[in-house]
């Protein structure tokens, strides 16, 4: 069903007026892609949007962007919390984890630097390989696949002309929003992205409700559609929107599930993250702000 259509307008609002959790993807979903990921940035229009519907619903952003790097493109907003790594930022790499990226990396580099316009970018958890400016990005692509098959990572994820190699398979993004909204007491999320790595949100089972919103064309479980990007923006309005008027005190949802399915006690939420006590307490998320 698409996202702007009358049924799927109807459909979010109920949604998030139940007390979800907005969650969304930058690359490619907040911000448009660029050839070099270093020019993508937030339009001052989904700046605006964004900071009127922060200051009426919790919103998270989950990328794979390493988190210092996120911070500086979502800074000011009023986000709740941040996600980067796909979700393994949430504790420092182990030193297995380390040496198995070293590995990988001295495996790749001879290969990348061969092809002409390929980017190696090693991120605390994670590495990945970019062919978007590639001389030839068909060939770069098999010429990578071949070798990241031959590693045999942990996990491997195609995006769009990327490739992220894991040395740990356990997080990923739907890993990391379901912490988010144990953290902060939710137990539904809306969650917009547009990439092979967002599907680990929608076809995650049954810990929280999830409403995805896939962004662009393609094989999707997401239950809602947006054809392209420049209607994420309209979205995020239409959220404001919906949202307008609506006390956030009165936007409560059950307490969040154990995972033997009991409710969670408060001691819980007093042992979250220092991210997840200031939204619960409604402070904007202290990284994002840039404060200590
Ligand atoms: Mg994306």
């Known amino acids: 069903?698409?996202?702007?259509?009358?049924?799927?307008?109807?459909?979010?609002?109920?949604?998030v007026r139940s007390g979800a959790v907005l969650a969304?993807?930058?690359?490619?979903?907040l911000a448009p892609i660029r050839r070099d990921p270093d020019h993508v940035h937030l339009s001052a229009r989904m700046r605006a949007a964004l900071t009127?519907?922060?200051?009426?619903?919790?919103c998270v952003v989950l990328s794979g962007r390493a988190r210092v790097d996120l911070e500086l493109r979502v800074r000011g907003l009023g986000l709740v919390a941040l996600s980067g790594d796909h979700g393994h930022d949430r504790k420092a790499p182990s030193v297995r984890?380390?040496?198995?990226?070293?590995?990988?990396?001295?495996?790749?580099?001879?290969?990348?630097?061969?092809l002409r316009g390929t980017r190696l970018e090693r991120k605390r958890h994670t590495l990945a390989v970019h062919w978007r400016t590639a001389t030839s990005p068909a060939l770069a692509r098999r010429h990578i696949l071949r070798a990241v098959r031959a590693l045999a990572p942990a996990r491997s994820v195609f995006g769009k002309c990327v490739v992220e190699l894991h040395a740990d398979a356990t997080d990923h993004k739907g890993t990391a929003l379901e912490r988010l909204c144990r953290s902060?007491?939710?137990?539904?999320?809306?969650?917009?992205?547009?990439?092979?790595?967002?599907?680990?949100?929608?076809?995650?089972?049954?810990?929280?409700?999830?409403?995805?919103?896939?962004?662009g064309r393609g094989p999707t479980r997401a239950a809602l559609r947006l054809d392209r990007q420049a209607e994420v923006v309209e979205l995020i309005e239409f959220l404001g929107d919906a949202l307008d008027g609506v006390d956030p005190r009165e936007l409560k949802s059950p307490?969040?599930?154990?995972?033997?399915?009991?409710?969670?006690?408060?001691?819980?939420?007093?042992?979250?993250?220092?991210?997840?006590?200031?939204?619960?307490a409604?402070?904007?998320?202290?990284r994002a702000r840039g404060t200590p």
């Open 282 to 286: 409604g402070v904007p998320d202290r």
């Open 1 to 15: 069903m698409n996202a702007s259509s009358r049924f799927g307008r109807a459909r979010i609002r109920d949604f």
């Open 52 to 58: 009127r519907l922060t200051a009426r619903a919790p």
């Open 255 to 280: 307490r969040c599930p154990t995972r033997a399915g009991t409710p969670r006690g408060t001691r819980a939420a007093v042992r979250a993250s220092p991210d997840a006590r200031d939204a619960a």
């Open 184 to 215: 902060l007491r939710r137990t539904r999320a809306l969650y917009v992205g547009d990439d092979t790595t967002d599907e680990d949100v929608f076809t995650r089972p049954g810990r929280i409700d999830v409403l995805g919103i896939h962004v």
């Open 97 to 114: 984890e380390r040496a198995t990226l070293d590995r990988y990396a001295e495996a790749l580099v001879p290969i990348v630097t061969a």
């Open 24 to 29: 969304f993807d930058f690359d490619g979903t």
